[in-house]
C-alpha cells in the first residue's frame, strides 16, 4: 500500500467528527515523532484553533499565506509542548471560497508544506466545495473518508469518496468516527461490516465515541492518548505509517468480534 503523507479529511456531512479527527490523528502523528502539519481548510468557519485552544494565539490563516499578507512561517503556530506539529488556521470571515482563489490557497498549501518540511499533512475540509475539489486534484495524496453509524453519513462517505477518486484518483480510507460499540452489539445501529459494505472504502480505523474527547475538545485541549478515543487514534496512525495493529488494540472494552 502506497502511504498517504498529504491528506485531505473530508466526508460532505456535517458534524460527523471529520475536525476532531483531522486534530486527534495530527497529534498522534506528532507524539509518535512525525513531523506534521495539520491545516484548517474550512474556509469561513475554522474551529481547529479553538479545539486546540490556540484562539488567542492566531495573529494570521491560510488565507494571509494566500494573498501575501504573511510568509508561511508567520501563520504557523506550535501548540505548547508539541515540537512536531504545526497548526495554520483558516480564514474566519470568508463569505465563500471565490473560484479566483483557489488556486492561490493551493499554493499557500504548498508554501505550508515546504516550510515545515513536514512529513504527514492534515487538511480539515468543509467537506465538499470548490476547495476541496482542488485540494483533492492538486495537492492530496490520499483522503480521509468519515462515517458515522448513521445511514445519511454512510451514504454521504460513498459519495465522497467516488467524488476523491473522480477528482484526483484518490486512494481513499475510510474512518469510523463517534463508534458506539454496544448499539452495533444489540444491532440497534450500524455494525464495522454494513458501514464498510456501504461505503466501500477500506477501513483505516474506529474511533469510538467518547465523551472525554469532546469535553477535551470543549477546553481546547489535545486527546488524551490514554483515552478511549486518544488510543483509537494513535492505532490510526500507526497503520497510516504502514504497520499493522489491531483495530481496538488497546481499547480493552470493544471485542471486534461483537461489532461486526
Ligand atoms: N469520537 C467522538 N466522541 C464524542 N464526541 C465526538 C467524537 N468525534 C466528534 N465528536 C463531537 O462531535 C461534534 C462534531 O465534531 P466535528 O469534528 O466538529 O465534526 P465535523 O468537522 O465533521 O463537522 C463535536 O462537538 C465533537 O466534539
Ligand atoms: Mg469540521
Given at each position: ?45 475554522r474551529?481547529?484553533d ?9 495573529l494570521y ?30 480564514p ?19 508554501l ?19 476547495l ?16 458515522t ?17 473522480t477528482?484526483?484518483?484518490?486512494p ?40 472525554a474527547?469532546m ?46
Amino acid at each position: 500500500m502506497k502511504l498517504m503523507k498529504r491528506i485531505v479529511v473530508t466526508s460532505a456531512k456535517g458534524g460527523i467528527g471529520k475536525s476532531t479527527a483531522a486534530l486527534g490523528l495530527a497529534a498522534a502523528l506528532a507524539n509518535a515523532g512525525h513531523r506534521t502539519l495539520l491545516v484548517d481548510c474550512d474556509i469561513g468557519n475554522r474551529c481547529l484553533d479553538l479545539m486546540l485552544g490556540l484562539e488567542d494565539r492566531v495573529l494570521y490563516d491560510l488565507s494571509d499565506v494566500a494573498e501575501g499578507r504573511c510568509t508561511p512561517s508567520d501563520a504557523l503556530i506550535q501548540p505548547e509542548g508539541m515540537t512536531d506539529l504545526y497548526f495554520c488556521a483558516a480564514p474566519v470571515t470568508a463569505a465563500a471560497e471565490p473560484e479566483s482563489e483557489i488556486s492561490a490557497y493551493i499554493q499557500a498549501l504548498r508554501l505550508l508544506a515546504e516550510e515545515t518540511n513536514a512529513e504527514y499533512i492534515l487538511c480539515d475540509t468543509a467537506g465538499t466545495g470548490p476547495l476541496v475539489r482542488a485540494i483533492a486534484e492538486d495537492f492530496a495524496h490520499g483522503a480521509l473518508v468519515i462515517a458515522t453509524q448513521q445511514p445519511a453519513s454512510i451514504r454521504s462517505a460513498e459519495h465522497t469518496a467516488s467524488l476523491m477518486e473522480t477528482w484526483g484518483n484518490l486512494p481513499c480510507r475510510l474512518l469510523i468516527s463517534m463508534f458506539e460499540d454496544r448499539a452495533a452489539t444489540n444491532g440497534s445501529r450500524a455494525g464495522l461490516l454494513e458501514i464498510i459494505d456501504k461505503t466501500h472504502v477500506r477501513t483505516v480505523g474506529v474511533v469510538p465515541r467518547d465523551r472525554a474527547l469532546m469535553l477535551a475538545q470543549e477546553e481546547g485541549r489535545l486527546p488524551d492518548g490514554k483515552s478511549r478515543a486518544g488510543r483509537a487514534f494513535k492505532n490510526i496512525a500507526i497503520r497510516l505509517t504502514g504497520e499493522d495493529v489491531p483495530l481496538f488494540y488497546g481499547i480493552r472494552e470493544i471485542k471486534t468480534g461483537k461489532v461486526l
